[in-house]
């Protein structure tokens, strides 16, 4: 496997800051508009945060994590409420691991687990979301019980200090979800929309979960677009999925060698030839990267 180190980078209007050296960087943005981004390198997870997205504070080492999965969309995630701040990452032996930032102290935890089944997530795949009200949920490729992945997730009301026992979302009955890639979850409000890439009768094709009470339920795994992708292969790309500021679900995912956007219910639009996309939806429009 081929691990690509760049500098993460935050691009200003006029100028761009190299925050530091690493790999997969996550980025989240808290109800203030205060900018926090993750990284690894090695197996060191380090923190920068910025009040306007234009000049990053020294990074800050928050752990090293023995076998810290990096590498293929594998890396730590970040997300962030106007209490706290949680990172979540998972070791090579299979485990999520999760950080708080207790943001009234400026202090973080130490690590605690958030599997409840050791050694259960070792795709190394987590994706991790907040809600209202100090709420965050963490979604992963799970092991237990066949040894096929599953998505399973966590539930925190209290920011991040501890978690609930761990639940099933999607479990694919033609065995397995796809092996290898990231999956995305975004919340607005107690919205909360979770896409995946699943194996269905052969096809490799993006699916949406979607909850309305805070990640407490959800609903039946719907497919993404008309087409679909027969692969014996993982692609190892997972997509990019936002809720804009009037509530639409927008996602950008590759089939082949071509990127799609798409809605929920609706045909897709090809964009691009390309892979690894993400989205961001304004009120001013859609922007894929």
Not at 242 to 247: D, T, V, W, Y
Request: net charge positive; hydrophobic share 40%.
């Amino acid at each position: 496997m081929l691990t690509i180190l760049w500098a993460v980078r935050w691009y200003g209007a006029e100028t761009g800051q190299t925050i530091g050296e690493g790999t997969h960087p996550a980025v989240a943005i808290d109800p203030a508009g205060k900018v926090h981004v993750v990284y690894g390198q090695g197996q060191k997870i380090l923190y920068s945060t910025s009040a306007t997205g234009e000049s990053f504070s020294r990074p800050q080492l928050i752990d090293s994590l023995p076998g810290l999965h990096l590498g293929a969309s594998r890396g730590p995630q970040i997300a962030a409420t106007s209490g706290s701040v949680v990172i979540t990452a998972i070791d090579k032996a299979g485990d999520v691991w999760a950080y708080r930032l207790d943001r009234t102290t400026g202090h973080w935890q130490k690590r605690i687990t958030v599997t409840d089944v050791p050694r259960t997530a070792l795709e190394g795949f987590v994706t991790l979301t907040a809600g209202p009200d100090d709420t965050f949920n963490a979604f992963w490729l799970d092991l237990r019980g066949n040894k096929r992945n599953k998505i399973a997730g966590a539930h925190s009301t209290n920011g991040g200090r501890t978690w609930s026992a761990n639940r099933i979302i999607y479990q694919s009955p033609d065995g397995t979800v796809c092996e290898c890639c990231q999956l995305t979850a975004v919340s607005r409000g107690d919205q909360v929309v979770l896409m995946f890439r699943n194996f269905l009768k052969g096809s490799r094709d993006m699916y949406l979960i979607s909850s309305a009470d805070g990640g407490q339920t959800f609903g039946r795994a719907v497919r993404l677009g008309v087409g679909t992708w027969l692969l014996n292969a993982c692609p190892m790309d997972g997509g990019g999925l936002f809720i804009n500021p009037q509530g639409a679900i927008w996602t950008v995912w590759r089939r082949r060698d071509t990127l799609f956007t798409a809605r929920p219910g609706e045909a897709e639009t090809k964009i691009a030839v390309g892979k690894n996309p993400k989205i961001v939806s304004t009120l001013n429009g859609t922007y894929v990267l």
